[in-house]
């Protein structure tokens, strides 16, 4: 297993947004722009998490904490680990500091969602105590 570092993402520069923009086409086919970088590294409601091996980001995940009238509730988004550095337990890194976090700040629930044909990554979820919800999600585009 190669080394790598889970760092909060809080200082954005030119080889934090190439690596972003070279790493989330592996999750999703929504362009990211520097600004959006900057605003997930900054909101106080978001901690952006990189895995960085060698200098780069090989790995992220968000993890956004709302307080809401029943509790902090937190959901976990775009996790991805590059498909070169993928098996040395990166995403399982990443998604534990997040959970750490969530708990130490008070979150009564953490959520996160996922395709039905990522069946790697749900065996990851479920191992780390993620259960399948009886929901339905719902999604407008407005």
């Known amino acids: 297993m ?11 520069d030119d080889v934090l947004v190439a690596d972003v923009k070279a ?8 362009e990211v722009s520097r600004e959006t970088i900057e605003r997930c590294a900054t909101a106080p409601e978001i901690t952006l998490y990189a895995a960085v091996q060698d200098g780069h980001v090989v790995g992220l995940t968000t993890l956004v904490l ?7 509730r937190g959901h976990i988004e775009d996790v991805v680990v590059d498909e070169g550095h993928r098996g040395q337990g990166i995403a399982r890194a990443l998604l534990s ?13 953490l959520d996160l969602t996922s395709r039905p044909s990522r069946q790697n990554a749900h065996r990851l979820y479920e191992g780390l105590g993620f ?6 999600v719902m999604r407008l585009v407005p």
């Open 66 to 72: 709302l307080p809401q009238l029943t509790g902090v």
């Open 131 to 136: 259960v399948t919800r009886d929901t339905d």
């Open 2 to 12: 190669t080394d790598f570092e889970i760092t909060i993402v809080d200082q954005v």
């Open 97 to 109: 500091t997040a959970i750490d976090r969530a708990r130490v700040l008070g979150a009564r629930t």
């Open 23 to 30: 790493l989330l086409p592996q999750l999703s086919s929504a």
